[in-house]
């Protein structure tokens, strides 16, 4: 895959520098046949360093899990070497899988198969809470 031109596919700009791994597990990329091309440390004039993620298929792509990862990134979908689609992402409502409750007592630490859920009940101080046992986490980022 010539990484500068994709034809049809999702490039995934803006991802604070580091974080590509991160999305890369979360999205289960590796689990995908087509090219994933991941470029760390890219100086970027509004960001310092980045990290940008490509991806030679046109999937659906969990924008969520990205909104919580960080607001800032951008989701663009390319079809016939032309941007399409900008998405914008914001801190998701609800995160399913994604982050563990810590109450021992929580009735998902006791029942391993219950999904680890969380809503949204403070956006602009970015606090979750478990919808189970409300135990509260803030996302420092
Ligand atoms: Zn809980």
Do not use: W
């Not at 999702?10 to 689990?31: C, K, N, Q």
Request: aromatic content about 4%; proline content about 4%.
């Amino acid at each position: 895959m010539n990484i500068d031109s994709i034809k049809n596919g999702i490039v995934i700009d803006h991802i604070p520098a580091g974080e590509s791994m991160t999305i890369y597990r979360l999205l289960h990329l590796d689990r995908l046949d087509c090219s994933v091309a991941i470029i760390k440390n890219v100086v970027s004039g509004k960001m310092g360093k980045k990290d940008i993620i490509k991806i030679d298929s046109t999937l659906d792509i969990d924008l969520d899990i990205l909104g919580f990862i960080s607001p800032d990134i951008t989701v663009n979908i390319i079809r016939d070497g032309a941007r399409v689609e900008k998405k914008q992402l914001a801190l998701p409502e609800m995160l399913t899988g994604v982050l563990a409750c810590k109450n021992p007592r929580c009735i998902t630490s006791v029942e391993q198969e219950l999904p680890q859920r969380f809503k949204l009940t403070d956006r602009e101080n970015k606090v979750y809470r478990c919808i189970y046992c409300e135990t509260k986490v803030e996302i420092k980022r």
